[in-house]
């Protein structure tokens, strides 16, 4: 549905865009992500055409937006940070000059405007001005607009800024009924968000784009590891023998247990590995209590942060994931504060 390739934007001698390229499929909600500065908006204005690049194309629906421009535009529906609205026009007068601007028939736009105001939750508002309208509201309002012509594709850049928890979820719970019918690119900074609407997530850092998957796939790409978190109650020895016989146990560590007479263990496998069950039936064999057992994986947040370390406007992490670990399997000389199994 999408396509950018080779796009490089250039402001003087700042280099916003950086030879990026990707694709975008067809019926999905893609999560677009970037710390200010990295060149995310810059990128979206050039989808939609409000950017020209330095050089590169974008082609939506087959369209070079650059090269057949009323075509491409044809294609998307564009709600970017701050709507634009008009003040002193009511909701459906709005609505009614915004079809005008892009060429939908009369007829059509007298069909179409209620339905999408049905669908945008405005109907009840659309006699009132926008200026009386809460935040809420207008970013509603401004949505129904760019759903107008029903395009293919819908991107949204920070639909979510300066809503309440309530108007969250609610403009949350309609992205997702748009990505049933519409190609839908969400820009936002409210990351647990863009977890929790979103089916593929791309990261853009220093103009380039660094990830690129689904939010289940990203922390395994991340990692490279599963962890997994273990407590039993039993003797260290025999723990050991436990964990010693799985061969997918890339390493791990032991300490004593806050809990009477157990120990924690903090296993580390790979990425495609679930031991829980075959430690569970190797514990059952030993007499082996488990009182906790948790695999962990990054969230998006430690994703993001990882990614964009040193970009403009983003803070630096200190990683201190593997301090202190004492287990190291095999022994290959990998990690020389780590003790061999025995």
């Known amino acids: 549905m999408i396509e950018v390739e080779h796009l490089t934007k250039r402001y003087g001698n700042h280099l916003a ?41 974008v ?24 709507p634009p609205l008009y003040q002193d026009m009511t909701v459906k007068e709005y609505l009614i000059f915004a079809a005008g601007l892009k060429k939908i028939p009369r007829k059509n736009a007298q069909s179409m405007i209620p339905e999408l105001m049905e669908t945008t939750g405005i109907t009840d508002m659309q006699n009132r001005l926008i200026r009386n309208l809460s935040k809420g509201y207008r970013q509603r309002t401004g949505l129904a607009q760019a759903l107008l012509g029903y395009p293919p594709v819908i991107i ?18 309609l992205i997702r009924g748009l990505g049933k019918k519409h190609t839908v690119i969400l820009s936002s900074h409210i990351l647990s968000e863009i977890s929790a609407v979103c089916d593929h997530i791309m990261i853009i850092s220093h103009g380039k784009l660094v990830a690129s998957d689904t939010p289940e796939n990203l922390p395994l790409l991340m990692s490279g590891t599963n962890t997994l978190q273990l407590t039993v109650r039993t ?17 791990y560590t032991l300490e004593q247990s806050a809990e009477s007479d157990a120990w924690d263990a903090v296993i580390r496998t790979r990425t495609q590995t679930d031991l829980r069950e075959a430690l569970f039936f190797g514990c059952a064999q030993k007499n082996a209590a488990i009182l906790n057992m948790q695999l962990s994986r990054m969230s998006l947040e430690d994703i993001f942060l990882e990614l964009t370390e040193g970009d403009p406007g983003s803070e630096e992490t200190n990683d201190s994931e593997n301090d202190g670990e ?10 020389s504060n780590l003790s061999q199994r025995s």
């Open 59 to 82: 082609k939506i629906g087959g369209y070079n937006i650059l090269d057949e421009p009323e075509a491409a535009r044809k294609c998307i529906g564009y709600l970017p940070e701050i």
């Open 235 to 251: 003797k260290e020895q025999t723990l050991r023998s436990i964990l010693d016989a799985q061969d997918a146990i890339l390493s």
């Open 326 to 335: 004492k287990t190291e399997k095999g022994g290959d000389g990998n990690g």
């Open 17 to 57: 865009v950086d030879d990026l390229s990707f694709s975008v499929g067809e019926g999905q909600i893609y999560g677009f992500l970037g710390p200010n500065g990295a060149g995310k908006s810059t990128t979206m204005n050039i989808m939609t055409g409000y950017t020209a690049p330095t050089s590169g194309e």
């Open 156 to 173: 949204l850049d920070e639909p979510m800024v300066g809503l309440d928890p309530r108007q969250i979820i609610e403009i949350r719970d």
